[in-house]
């Protein structure tokens, strides 16, 4: 029975630990449409970084969340923007900003890369590879092996 407890125990927590990326390809494109913006935002409107490897803690994001949007729904992203730019708590500033392509709130430029003559498009860095769960795993298999090295009597 111990045998399998281990194991058992390492793969639950290790398929407790991971994710499932829920980025969605359409809703830049969804936004700039809902909200009659001049440009295709990037991630950052809504997310903490770029790409969107983030939750969603930008406040135009929560409040998007907070009005019904639905992952990978285009048809629920322009309802809660709807939503937002009917509410009367929404700052006037807020929405003018958001139709300029800037941040509701700090006013940061957040339009996509434009393309055409002269225009630069840079390569981003790739995000660090994110290690921690299968070192969580090896970790959880050299304790076992210590723990069972202890447990068995010597011989000698």
């Known amino acids: ?5 281990i194991p058992a125990l390492v793969l639950g927590l290790t398929a407790l630990w991971s994710t499932q990326a829920r980025a969605s390809e359409v809703f830049p494109g969804a936004l700039q ?6 440009c295709v935002p990037v991630c950052t409107m809504c ?10 803690t930008q406040p135009l994001g929560l409040a998007l969340k907070g009005r019904g949007l639905k ?12 939503a937002y730019a009917k509410d009367p ?8 900003n958001v139709k300029a392509g800037r941040d509701p ?10 393309y055409g003559c002269g225009a630069h ?12 769960g299968p070192l969580w795993v090896v970790g ?3 304790a076992s092996v210590l723990l069972r090295r202890r447990r068995k009597p010597h011989v000698g």
Do not use: I
């Not at 992952?71 to 709807?82: E, G, H, N, V």
């Not at 709130?105 to 434009?114: E, H, I, L, Q, W």
């Not at 498009?121 to 995000?127: N, Q, T």
């Open 121 to 132: 498009v840079a390569k981003e860095a790739a995000a660090p590879r994110d290690f921690t």
């Open 47 to 56: 997310h903490l970084g770029t790409p969107g490897l983030t939750t969603w």
């Open 33 to 38: 449409e809902a909200a009659d913006m001049d």
């Open 105 to 114: 709130v700090t006013g940061a430029d957040v339009c996509g890369p434009t």
């Open 1 to 5: 029975m111990r045998r399998r407890t």
């Open 89 to 96: 708590t929404t700052p006037a500033a807020a929405l003018a």
């Open 140 to 142: 959880a298999m050299v």
């Open 71 to 82: 992952q990978r729904d285009t048809d629920s992203l322009k309802a809660a923007y709807s």
